[in-house]
């Protein structure tokens, strides 16, 4: 680790660095009124300690990652996704986690101290013991091996210039983490109303799921050790949470047919939401807020994500079939074709004229839309004029952990039974009232279930953050994915700002060609550490061919 890093986030004699930036909501007092010797004596210090933790949960706009993958574009290419990108000199990838686990380590070394009350003290630090294993989470899915710090030290200590350790040996440890956690936190159940955003045993399970699918599906398709440990960690905590028969899919009850976009609207949030498992809260409004962000206006002014060719072919048509199978299909003779007899989804994910934009119907365009696909997925009409929101931005979801469920069950089966497929998938699909998946349905159409169950996870978590991307990775398809070229919509001049970008044969816009992007399989399956952490810290050995 970088030794000024070191310097600047280490404890010593101070409290928590960042507990200036304070929110009403969570009530933390000014940094300079704050001793590291008056501090760490009660219970109460504690939550305030672990109140700093939570601006480490990922932020809304973190949503327009999809850039990275073949789902979504943004106002210009993306070195992730077309395989240009270098060796940074600083990168908050490696940074933020790593102060995080500072902060974490702090609460579980002074919180041995606090004694007033050892039930509200075991239950703060195990929400320090979570953000430890989520920051290592993120550290291990981008880098591999990294070094694992568990305590705090100072410039003088052997830990300020760390080796790389396993990085199995650091999943064992965050699976610990996750199990101490697990066993000091409150179900979601038991938590009060107005305590809602805060870390669960519930959100403990959902991070051991999503850890223990990434780190099994990537050592069984990259050849790299034990899956089935990971898969057996993942499939625990998935059936923990079904078993609850606490969470379930959204509906809104005044618009059930439109479930799904609400649930990315202020009527998904909040504690009535049963979907939600995690949310990282932005307030109610401008009067009672504890940040707020301009999403709505980020991506839909500046188009920092807009929706690929490949993204909206991968949805189904109303009859359970793919492009290319379905008699659904027809020629795309106008905008609104390819949203005609195909998965609802699709049209709450992007706009089109059908919709309302905010002002007016939609309308659709090319301008700050290279592909000519703007997301209307978080999109709130309320904030437009305002250019502030405080819509909650998803951390966990229960609709996740459902398809977490149906690809563990493929992945450590070889299949899947119809039972499993309606305790998992089939419960999204009634959502928005798709038709079943079977394994009947599969094999008279000659379809792959394994693609399928890959479908689904894509079309319900499209344009949540980095999903597509990581799946990719875990799959090693990546090689096969990010090289291709990214194409947008048809241009219809009669109703669309127009583009002027080339057109394959088909007349589909051609946003980048695919001799302008390429994946080193030998390089781009692990990011490169940045070159101020290696400089400074001779231990730290760079990942391969970077």
Known sequence: MNKRLINKLLIGGVVIAGLAGCSKKLDLLPESTITDAGFWKTSNDLVLACNELYQALPVISNNVNAIWADDGYGSAPNPISDGTRTVPVTDNAFSIPYSLIRKANTILEKSVQVTDDPARVRRYRAEAYFFRAFAYSELVKRYGDVPLLLRTFDVFDTLATPHRTNREIVLDTMYRDLDSAAAGLPLASALPAAEYG??????????KSRMGLMEGTRNKYHNLGNAAKHLTHSMTATQSLIDLNYHSVFR???VPDSSYFYLFQYAGNGAANRENILARIYGVNATNSISEHNYTRQFLDVGVVTATRAMMDAYLYRDGLPLGKSPLQANQDSSMAEFTNRDPRIAMTVF?????????????????APTGYKIRKYATSQDWASQQSFNHHIIFRFGEVLLNYAELKYEINGSISDEDLDKSINLIRARVGMPK???????????NMLEEIRRERRVELAFEGEFRYWDLIRWKTAEIELPKTVKGSKVFPDHQFPSTAPKDANGFVIV??????SFNVNRDYWWPFPTNETGLNPNLSQNPNW
């Open 198 to 207: 805060r870390i669960t045993r519930n959100a403990a399970w959902a991070m």
């Open 437 to 447: 998946l079977t394994n009947t349905f599969v094999t008279a159409n000659g379809l």
């Open 512 to 517: 980048q060609d695919a001799s302008r992007r």
């Open 352 to 368: 089109n004229k059908r919709v309302w934009g905010f002002t007016a119907m939609w309308v659709p365009t090319f301008n700050t």
């Open 252 to 254: 809104y009850t005044a």
